[in-house]
């Protein structure tokens, strides 16, 4: 009776024991789990923000492109439409006519189009003595308000640098892309012949 009580307790603690590693394998199992979800998840949205950066740069090398054609195949302010249709060019300038032939753009406003996130965007530029006075989104009917408003300090830098050789905004890449490829389109109107 004695040794039945002594092998019936050692057997208990044998099953508690073989309890408790159960419950911190499956723990750990777990745990390993869950890290793998979210590494996955991290995976995902690099590629899929490599993805859109890839785009980004692949559109407006195109349209840089496409400006670069239009500007030096026509002697006129007005740049044609480049195949791709990826920049719409269309010109209501009101130009002042009376270009000085030393600078690099014409005074006026000129307007451009791109297509941004959710469709064309369209922008107005206002150019004096070869200086960038003024940038307006006149039309962005297919955007998100909130990527668009996000998008559009991409203006203060381009007025600061005075160029559209400035980094888009993070969070709204598309968006901002479509401003820089508008105001090119428009900059391409705007050059002296």
Do not use: C, H, W
């Given at each position: 009776?004695?040794?039945?009580?002594?092998?019936?307790?050692?057997?208990?603690?044998?099953?508690?024991?073989?309890?408790?590693?159960?419950y911190?394998?499956?723990?750990?199992?777990?745990?390993n789990?869950k890290?793998?979800?979210?590494?996955?998840?991290?995976?995902?949205?690099?590629?899929?923000?490599?993805n859109e950066?890839?785009?980004?740069?692949?559109?407006?090398?195109?349209?840089r492109?496409?400006?670069?054609?239009?500007?030096?195949?026509?002697?006129?302010?007005?740049?044609?439409?480049?195949?791709?249709?990826?920049?719409?060019?269309?010109?209501?300038?009101?130009?002042?006519?009376?270009?000085?032939?030393?600078?690099?753009y014409?005074?006026?406003?000129?307007?451009?189009e791109?297509?941004?996130?959710?469709?064309?965007?369209?922008?107005?530029?206002?150019?004096?003595?070869d200086?960038i006075?003024?940038i307006?989104?006149?039309?962005?009917?297919?955007?998100?308000?909130?990527?668009?408003s996000?998008?559009?300090?991409?203006?203060?830098?381009?007025?600061?640098?005075?160029?559209?050789?400035?980094?888009?905004?993070?969070?709204?890449?598309?968006?901002?892309t479509?401003?820089?490829?508008?105001?090119?389109?428009?900059?391409?109107?705007?050059?002296?012949?």
């Open positions: 009776m004695k040794n039945q009580n002594f092998y019936m307790r050692v057997i208990s603690l044998l099953l508690v024991i073989l309890a408790v590693l159960f911190n394998s499956s723990m750990k199992a777990q745990a789990e890290e793998i979800a979210a590494l996955t998840d991290k995976v995902d949205t690099l590629q899929e923000q490599q950066l890839l785009s980004a740069l692949e559109t407006s090398y195109i349209n492109m496409q400006n670069q054609a239009a500007s030096a195949g026509s002697g006129s302010s007005d740049a044609d439409t480049a195949g791709d249709d990826k920049t719409t060019d269309t010109s209501d300038a009101e130009d002042t006519a009376t270009a000085d032939s030393d600078n690099v014409k005074d006026g406003t000129y307007t451009g791109a297509e941004g996130y959710g469709g064309t965007i369209q922008v107005e530029v206002t150019l004096t003595g200086e006075t003024s307006n989104v006149v039309s962005a009917p297919g955007e998100d308000s909130a990527y668009l996000q998008a559009e300090s991409v203006i203060d830098s381009i007025l600061s640098a005075q160029s559209t050789d400035v980094d888009t905004v993070s969070g709204a890449t598309f968006s901002s479509g401003i820089l490829n508008a105001v090119d389109a428009a900059l391409g109107k705007a050059e002296n012949s």
